[in-house]
């Protein structure tokens, strides 16, 4: 049960490439990825083309891998190459996840999910875009998923939004000038309430953030105007919207 690692070396690039230059030029592109990658590695390790984008690369390491240290200033170096294709110049933009067994699968199928996952990662951070797996970051991402599922579905069902009123008083004359409007989500399987630095962050995460304030703003319009039809609005009620709400222009129309 020797040290092993188990890469998942990503041409992020790779569509654009083929929008651009053609399916040739970005199959050229990965030729050349995997050639530098071929060079970087022991004739031990193994490397496979497992997507038209996606190599995995599976090889043994120790405590003092220097082969895994080649291979990352490797990736690194490709990053920062210049592709030069028949139709013209182009970068690449690289990433890798890395999983290591036993310590993060005991077998195949978990060592790539969880590359997997730490490729994911290594998008975010282009400068530096190698990440190894962290099981924490994982369990809250499954966590972020789980939610991001709630949240379709809470909207399109259209029962998990609730707005509450804050009012607002005039401190000299006591009286009633307005209202600010809050929303909570109620979750759906009853643990309550969610505050809006969760889900709204999740929803804007996730592209539901239209989704969710039109909804805000139709329960606010509803209330707003079921208490002047009872005669007991007074003042105007707050809602704060977000600039990348693309609903916000249709704000004068509700």
Known sequence: RAPHALLAVRIFSYSVMREHFGQDAADYGATIVADI????????AQLARTDADIFQLFMKIDDQSAELDRLIGSVQDIGRMT???????????IGVGAAIFPSDGGDFAD????AAAALTEARKTPLAPVA????DRHEARLSELALDAELRAGLEAGDCVEVFYQPKVDTLTERLVGAEALARWRRRDGGGMLSPDIFIARAEASGLLPMLGQQILER???????WRAAGVAEGNVAETLTPCQQWAQR???A
């Open 37 to 44: 990658l071929r060079s970087s590695i022991s004739t031990e």
């Open 83 to 93: 592709l030069h294709l028949p139709q013209g110049p182009s970068s690449i933009e």
């Open 111 to 114: 060592l790539s999910q969880h």
């Open 132 to 135: 190894f797996y962290d099981p």
């Open 220 to 226: 606010v319009c509803e209330t707003t105007a079921q």
């Open 251 to 253: 704000v004068g129309q």
